[in-house]
């Protein structure tokens, strides 16, 4: 029976291509044994094993873009997740390593790569990170979205696959069985926003501020919070008599129904999100986080309106 470890995580963006991947693997090779490595305290440990995986979390944190003391802990954290990583690939045996990105998949593509066991990276992005370009030149293969990832990784190694997305975002359903599963009513607008699966403060404050008006123009929104904002914009709509127009939830659960109720979506530039974006053709006005390495979420953006070929902006 083949063995294969799948790791990485953090936020939607790393997790669901992560399920997507192995869902895909199960349903070819059916007695396959799948195992996740995650990170403690992150949302793929919720996620994964909802979706039926088990998984283990290592005891990782990433590097504070601010100068903080968290920052000390990150040297000793990557040495014990490096090592219990070591441990896992030890037991389990695995026939190959795939990296998804995320805090855990650094260590645990490092200690497959130093136990001679293949790897594969899985980049989502159009500008690849750093630790995925260094991983890249040891890994046996790299599975890209985007064309011109030459600049980032050897040639003879790049797979232009595409995301992986969930099955359920190829087809949607119809948008009055969506409308009705949402609650929401047929005949009037329906923006869709969403700022990444933990929210967005920007995109979060914005829409908050404009409350009433999409009431008083009849304008419905589905409005995906992120859980540290959730209980914030309840109120706010409760305070301004407004929740039969604006509908806020931390989390959503059923992504097809709200892909196919919209019609205008705004939304981050995470990978994952764009592939989807492409996939769903609805019209989408493009928020990208200044907060992410590289400016990634920019570039991803930029990959959609210039030419292949060119990496200027």
Request: proline share 6%; hydrophobic share 45%.
């Amino acid at each position: 029976m083949k063995q294969v470890i799948i790791s990485g995580g953090g936020t939607g963006g790393h997790i669901f291509p992560a399920l997507a991947i192995a869902d895909a693997l199960k349903a070819r090779f059916p007695s396959i044994d799948i195992f996740f490595i995650g990170a403690k305290n992150r949302m793929e440990m919720e996620r994964v094993p909802k979706a039926g995986y088990p998984i283990e979390g290592l005891d990782i944190v990433g590097i504070q873009r601010r100068l903080t003391l968290r920052n000390l802990q990150v040297p000793v954290k990557l040495w014990k997740s490096y090592r219990r990583a070591s441990q896992i690939i030890a037991e389990k045996k695995p026939d190959i390593v795939i990296g998804v990105g995320g805090y855990a998949s650094a260590p645990t593509l490092l200690a497959a790569i130093r136990a001679g066991v293949p790897t594969l990276i899985q980049e989502q992005n159009s500008y690849a990170g750093l630790t995925n370009r260094w991983l890249g030149k040891y890994a046996q293969k790299i599975c890209v979205a985007y064309p011109d990832m030459e600049a980032f990784f050897p040639a003879e190694k790049i797979v232009y696959t595409g995301n992986p997305v969930r099955q359920d975002i190829l087809r949607l359903p119809p948008r009055t069985e969506a409308l009705q599963a949402l609650g929401l009513k047929d005949g009037a607008p329906v923006l869709l926003v969403m700022g990444g699966s933990l929210g967005a403060r920007v995109i979060n404050e914005s829409i908050q501020a404009q409350i009433r008006r999409f009431a008083d123009n009849r304008i419905q929104v589905i409005w995906q919070t992120g859980k540290h904002f959730i209980e914030k914009a309840r109120q706010a709509v409760e305070e301004q008599q407004a929740s039969e127009w604006v509908h806020p939830m931390a989390f959503i659960e059923r992504m097809d129904h709200a892909y196919s109720a919209a019609d205008l979506i705004i939304s981050r530039a995470g990978a994952l999100s764009i592939s989807e974006l492409c996939i769903v053709g609805k019209p989408a006005i493009l928020v990208p986080s200044p907060y992410v390495a590289e400016d990634h979420q920019t570039k991803n953006a930029m990959a959609l309106v210039r030419p292949p070929g060119r990496q200027d902006q």
